[in-house]
């Protein structure tokens, strides 16, 4: 195709920057404060396509063949171009012609990435679940995949574009439903893939999810019919968009960490609620599916490394760009490459300013994106080991909890699961790294101080007076009774331990939360909040950018150093990593202490906190955090150990404005695909599980 330099100023994203050119300095971090620098990847002139004027490139790092397509924009819209470290690459400016009126009515265009995405493509996907019988660590079982592979295929697309998943339930004894996890589904809530926003797939039934790309970076997708997501049900999900700091080569496949159990998850949660074996427990840890007998850490020297770990392939001194994922059902991981420093450059799906860490903790449920500086003069072998060590206090496996300074536990899984290796001369694949394990100062699950430091590059500021009045809280437990329901207002939301293990521990047992798979809450939107089981904050939405919602998670009646009275060998301390569906929030405080009503709240900080989707509250204390109430529909928090969410540590929130706006921005042809979703669901299995009270069904 005809490719004229000069002539053609290819490309590309809308942010904009006529002074970051200068920042294209490989190796240097970016450092700006301003939100209008996030820097565009940069694209090399073959990159580039010439498709009826249109800007269609094929992105850094995405898989082979991938393009991004934005015909709304063309070369009018170019700014320029630039040259750097040797590849070329241009932007456009970002217009009020290069935003489509008809589908994005409510953004404004701004430089804040929140409110603006550029109009892409549609994109389908086709995902099966089934069972099949794998041994990614060489003990077979069966398991319930996406498209037979573990973990599922990569669904990838551009800032922007509209994904279209076709999903179909080929399993022969139970429901689905599909979660788009970080994704805000903003007036989408239909699209969400949970119990309260739809009944599972039936055995048999196909379902389509519809969403558009607001954000961009890295997630994942994954079952919340249960504990499925645990048998499997899950792969990753990115999108291609700007950067905070350059880099030199980026890889589409993330590291997806994962821990496995040998046998049925949901087998496995019923020891979550037996008071014999107290805790659902893990059997190993893998890496993009890929593990080793729990018995035989190290038995592969000699043999090609290629067929044991997952490789990830760099030169000396250049920038490679990473996408970390943690999918696993009961284990938080500590991230670290041997000898090698991490640059982070967004967390969960936000951008934020870089920051160079040793080692990383990544919570279930949360992401990064991370550059990885090659050395200059890597070790003669070329192989180091990338490690994903289960942190401290937020892991529980069948041979023993993973504990970095107590070595009561003889034989601790290894947490060498990766390679990176270097692609020079003398670089072997039949060696196994001779490499040691960084200085890791922080194996806690919490990482308190780390992830306080992450600074998004668009800055939020937060209302010190929330739209909700925390004072009003009840400061109930989750736990209803009739005035609760009349409150409405969990704002303030006092963990308990799992019902069963309370009642087990002679604590006065309280109702877990519970949903109805036949009845989900956004069909039932007046109803709910009625039984006893319902766990429903009931907020006021506002479209006001200036509005939050100050929430606090406080885990101070839970086992910690300080409830001597509860015996952590019967009931383990543990953190637990808090996931919000419908919006990021903002982290205001995070405390390893309890939350004190008269004096906590003058400690939070309001100036460009950091923001994400998934934050761990730690034992015994509390984090609180704000989110904007601008996506009306019911949306639920919970926690992301798997075993936790199905034991109910979980809450429904309402977002509405008292005229019925959740409900009535369905309109009629999506109420009555609900309806119809959940005719074939009764018709199904419905009526068999839907009384299953043992289990959340979130
Ligand atoms: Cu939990």
């Not at 041994?135 to 669904?155: K, Q």
């Not at 009931?538 to 086992?559: A, E, K, T």
């Amino acid at each position: 195709m005809a490719w004229r330099v000069n002539s053609i100023h290819f490309l590309f994203y809308l942010l904009v920057l006529s002074r970051a050119i200068s920042a294209i300095d490989f190796g240097q971090s970016y450092g700006s404060s301003d939100p209008s620098l996030l820097t565009p990847r940069q694209y090399t002139e073959d990159d580039l396509d010439e498709t009826s004027g249109h800007v269609s490139f094929h992105p850094e790092g995405a898989t082979e063949g991938f393009k991004c397509h934005y015909p709304g924009l063309n070369s009018e819209d170019w700014e320029g171009c630039n040259e750097g470290a040797g590849s070329r690459w241009c932007w456009i400016r970002q217009t009020e012609a290069n935003k489509d009126e008809s589908t994005r009515k409510a953004y404004t265009v701004t430089t804040n990435y929140d409110n603006y995405a550029p109009v892409g493509i549609q994109r389908h996907y086709y995902l099966d679940i089934a069972k099949h019988t794998i041994a990614p660590d060489g003990t077979p079982r069966e398991a319930r995949l996406f498209n037979g592979t573990y973990p599922g295929p990569l669904i990838e697309a551009c800032w922007g574009d509209t994904v279209i998943v076709h999903v179909t339930n080929n399993l022969d004894d139970e429901g689905s439903i599909i979660h788009w996890h970080g994704l805000r589904q903003y007036w989408n809530n239909d699209q969400d893939g949970v119990s309260m926003t739809q009944c599972p797939i039936a055995r048999g039934s196909t379902w389509t999810y519809n969403f558009t790309m607001l954000q961009y970076g890295t997630t994942w997708y994954h079952s919340h019919y249960s504990v499925q997501y645990a048998d499997g049900v899950l792969g990753p999900l990115i999108v291609h968009g700007p950067a905070s700091a350059p880099y030199d080569v980026a890889y589409a496949w993330p590291l997806f960490m994962t821990d496995w159990v040998h046998g049925r998850a949901e087998e496995e949660f019923e020891n979550e609620k037996s008071s014999k074996v107290r805790g659902s427990k893990a059997d190993n840890i893998l890496l993009d599916g890929m593990g080793r007998s729990p018995k035989a850490a190290s038995a592969y020297d000699g043999e090609d490394i290629r067929s044991s770990y997952p490789i990830t392939e760099i030169l000396p001194g250049q920038r490679v760009r990473l996408r970390l994922i943690n999918g696993a059902a009961g284990t938080s991981f500590i991230f670290s490459v041997d000898g090698h420093k991490i640059e982070v450059i967004a967390n969960d799906l936000v951008p934020v300013k870089p920051i160079v860490v040793d080692s990383l903790l990544v919570a279930i449920g949360q992401r990064y994106d991370i550059i990885i500086q090659g050395l200059q003069d890597p070790s003669p072998g070329g192989n180091y080991w990338i490690r994903t060590q289960p942190a401290d206090g937020c892991n529980t496996f069948r041979n023993g909890i993973f504990n970095s300074t107590d070595s009561t536990n003889p034989n601790p899984l290894d947490p060498r699961t990766g390679i990176l290796h270097y692609d020079i001369p003398k670089a072997t694949y039949f060696s196994l790294p001779h490499s040691t394990e960084n200085n890791i100062e922080d194996y806690s699950c919490a990482g308190i101080s780390e992830q306080n430091s992450l600074r998004p590059v668009v800055p939020w500021t937060i209302s010190k007076t929330p739209l909700n009045n925390l004072a009003l809280s009840t400061f109930y437990p989750a736990h209803q009774t009739k005035a609760d329901v009349k409150y409405g207002n969990y704002t303030h939301w006092l963990l308990r331990l799992d019902p069963l293990v309370e009642k087990a521990g002679g604590i006065k047992f309280h109702n877990p939360f519970f949903a109805n798979f036949s009845t989900p809450s956004l069909l039932n939107l007046t109803r709910i909040g009625h039984g006893e089981n319902d766990t429903v904050v009931r907020l006021p939405y506002s479209s006001n950018s200036s509005d939050f919602i100050h929430m606090v998670i406080d885990g101070s009646l839970l086992p910690s150093t300080r409830r001597a009275d509860l015996d952590p060998d019967v009931i383990p301390r543990l953190a637990h990593p808090m996931h919000w569906h419908g919006s990021d929030v903002v982290l205001l405080a995070q405390s390893d202490q309890p939350f004190d009503p008269a004096t906590s709240r003058d400690t939070w900080n309001y100036d460009n906190p950091p923001r994400r989707d998934t934050i761990t509250a730690p034992a015994g204390g509390y984090i609180a955090v704000a989110f904007k109430p601008d996506n009306p529909g019911v949306w639920l928090v919970h926690c992301h150990i798997a075993w936790h969410a199905s034991a109910g540590l979980a809450l429904q929130m309402v977002i509405d404005d008292g005229h019925s706006l959740a409900q009535g921005m369905l309109g009629d042809g999506k109420l009555q695909r609900l309806r119809d979703g959940c005719d074939e669901w009764k018709a199904d299995l419905g009526r068999l599980v839907a009384s299953k009270k043992e289990d959340s069904n979130v």
